[in-house]
């Protein structure tokens, strides 16, 4: 089953080119083209003619422009409602991301829910047959995306917020998670832990792939070397986090910090450490990568790498549209670090074992 519902941010009026070509002092032919972003018009003209649209408040007329252009001036978005936490611990913050890009460039989100996989592949084949979307934005990246491949076979624009394995006709805005995980471990050793474990997300997932890289990068960078049994995989809720973290603490010499891939499977560090008697910042160190709410709520306060997902938005958004507009793939890949967020999870190793 799927919905989705076009959200329109730009205001509705009954300015026309004409009106512009006058205001600008530009012929009708060079304002069209200005606004449809084609390569030949300079990026001078191009910033003053939409500034000057609107101010005006135009809007053009989807439909004609559909037909004119091949463009609807509108991206999808997919809302993949089976996926462990349905993106809801960031799905506002995102939308308004896309919302504010999208609004600077005219444009419109179609955004959709799908409770199946595929579903989701069928949903995007319908938007793309309806004209409904020019593009797609595509979140919670896997490490072989059947959306990516139907992008590609029927030569659709399309962002990741991620990478996939294969990076042909890829673009993307991604954070460098396996440099967080790399930093975390760093902290931990710079305050005197020497067993320090890792605790997976979804192996399915591209994310998990590169934060497990920086664990282990971590590690040789220090001298340790990989061991085996600190390493727990797929707990992206926090029930799972507790299973792991109970399997870790009952080993013979069990880890005095572990790095979370995800601030969900972080929580249950809480849940293990009262079972055994241990206080988390004390007998025990967490750092997780998220930045979410439900981290910043425990108590202590979780350590987290945090994600501006509002920027996130804003980003695949503009990238999305340069796509659209002809721009060379290669240049549409943006990474940048997560940011740090200090949290009382995160103390020196303890004197003694527990």
Sequence with gaps: MSRHVKADFSDQSRVTINHLSQALGLTKGTVSRALNGYPDIS?????KVQRTAERMGYQPL???QAIRTGRSRSMGLVIQTYDHDAQRPFLAEFLAGISVAAASEGWTLTVTASDTPEGT???MRQLIKERKADGFIL?????????????????????LFGRVEDPTECAWYDIKGGAA?????GRLVDLGHRRIAYVGGGQQYNYQRLRYRGYRDGLESHGFDLDNALVHQNAVTRAAGAQATRALLELDS???GIIYAVDAAAAGAWDAAQEFGLTIGKDLSVV?????????NLQPALASYAVDIRRAGE???QLLIRRIRGEDVELLREEEPAQFRPGGSLGPAPATKH
């Design 62 to 64: 989807s439909h004609a």
């Design 254 to 256: 069990p880890p005095t």
């Design 288 to 296: 997780t990568y998220d930045g979410t709410g439900e981290g910043a």
């Design 181 to 185: 995980m790399h930093e975390a471990l």
């Design 139 to 159: 979140p919670r990246t896997l490490r072989q995306d059947p959306r990516v491949d139907l992008m590609r076979a029927l030569k659709t624009p399309f962002v």
């Design 121 to 123: 592949l069928e949903v």
């Design 43 to 47: 990026e001078r003209t191009r910033l």
């Design 315 to 317: 980003r695949l958004t």
